[in-house]
Nanobody, 120 residues
Framework: VQLQASGGGLVQPGGSLRLSCAASGRIFSINNMGWYRQAPGKQRELVAK???????TYPGSVKGRFFISRDNAKKTVYLQMNSLKPEDTAVYYC???????????????WGQGTQVTVSS
């Protein structure tokens, strides 16, 4: 199973970016999908999570600015980031819990990370 993230870049404060993360490989079912970020010198933190049924979770730091969605047919999770702030600068990682075949347990997989820099 591989997760390929894309969409990062340099944006000015107040701007927007949309991240995408597509899962590929031997996939029977995908449960939770999410985005995490890690800034230099800091621990990796949850940015947004979406379960298979569509319920979402956000920490207070991004609530109302970031929005996660998924397209199950495309095995892809998205993160729409609005009103970006310099403190949102970090490497963003996608994560998914994947079962590869019927009866398999769900394993956690990570994308390679995509840099988001918010600066004027």
């Amino acid at each position: 199973v591989q997760l390929q993230a894309s969409g990062g870049g340099l944006v000015q404060p107040g701007g927007s970016l949309r991240l995408s993360c597509a899962a590929s490989g031997r996939i029977f079912s995908i449960n939770n999908m999410g985005w995490y970020r890690q800034a230099p010198g800091k621990q990796r933190e949850l940015v947004a999570k979406i379960v298979n049924g569509g319920s979402t979770t956000y920490p207070g730091s991004v609530k109302g600015r970031f929005f996660i969605s998924r397209d199950n047919a495309k095995k892809t999770v998205y993160l729409q980031m609005n009103s970006l702030k310099p403190e949102d600068t970090a490497v963003y990682y996608c994560n998914a819990y994947v079962a590869s075949y019927v009866g398999d347990s769900y394993g956690s997989y990570w994308g390679q990370g995509t840099q988001v820099t918010v600066s004027s």
